[in-house]
C-alpha cells in the first residue's frame, strides 16, 4: 500500500492495528509492505499548522492545513431589481454588501512567531451544514490594523495595498482583533492580507 503525505502536513505519523508501523514526512510516499487480511486497520495521523503564502503585491494568505482563511465580515443582503439587462441576466438578483470593516492588515511577524500569533477556537458542535459564517467549525482570532486608505473601488475592495509601503508610510492604526474562518465559510471574502508594521 502506497500512501502519499500532503505537502501541508509536515510530519504523519502511520500505525496498522493500532500498532506504530511509522513516520512520514510532507509530500513523501509513505509504503507499506505487509501480508494484509481481513479486519486490519490502518490509521493516518496528519497535525495540522497555521502557515502563510505570498502572493500579489507581497499580501499573505492564513493557511491551516488544506484550508485557506478568510475574514470573517458581517453581511447584509438585499433584493435588487435589474434594469440594466434583465433579458440576459433576469430581472432581479440578490446584492451582498459588508456591514463591518474589511480593510485590515496583518502585523508583521517572522516567519518563526507567524502561527504563534492565532488562537484557535473550535465549535462545541458541528451541524450538518458547517459552510456558512455562523456554522463554521474552527476560527482563528488573531491582531491586525485597519488601513483606512484601501477602500472600496468600482464596488469591489479597491486594488491590494503593497505590503511594503504600509510598513513605512503610512501611520500606524491601532491594532483591532479581527475573526478568520475558512474560505468556503464566506460569501464576502478577503483572504489576502496586506502586511504592516508592529
Request: contains cysteine; positive net charge; proline residues 8%.
Amino acid at each position: 500500500m502506497d500512501l502519499r503525505i500532503p505537502q501541508w502536513c509536515t510530519t504523519a505519523t502511520i500505525k496498522v492495528n493500532d500498532a506504530d508501523h511509522g513516520i512520514a514526512s510532507a509530500g513523501e510516499i509513505f509504503k507499506i509492505n505487509r501480508q494484509w487480511k481481513n479486519g486490519d486497520v490502518v490509521t493516518i495521523h496528519l497535525p495540522m499548522h497555521i502557515y502563510k503564502n505570498t502572493w500579489h503585491e507581497n499580501s499573505v494568505s492564513v493557511e491551516r492545513g488544506p484550508l485557506v482563511y478568510a475574514l470573517k465580515i458581517g453581511e447584509k443582503q438585499a433584493l435588487v431589481q435589474n434594469k440594466k439587462d434583465p433579458e440576459n441576466y433576469g430581472k432581479s438578483y440578490v446584492e451582498i454588501r459588508p456591514t463591518t470593516p474589511w480593510n485590515f492588515g496583518l502585523i508583521s511577524r517572522s516567519d518563526k512567531e507567524f502561527s504563534e500569533q492565532f488562537t484557535i477556537t473550535k465549535a462545541p458542535s458541528i451541524t450538518n451544514y458547517p459552510w456558512t459564517s455562523t456554522n463554521t467549525p474552527l476560527t482563528l482570532t488573531t491582531r491586525a490594523r485597519r488601513i483606512p486608505e484601501w477602500g472600496l473601488y468600482n464596488e469591489m475592495a479597491g486594488p491590494l495595498p503593497f505590503s511594503v509601503i504600509y510598513n513605512e508610510n503610512v501611520p500606524k492604526q491601532p491594532e483591532e482583533t479581527i475573526e478568520l474562518i475558512p474560505y468556503g465559510c464566506t460569501r464576502l471574502r478577503v483572504s489576502q492580507f496586506p502586511v504592516v508594521g508592529r
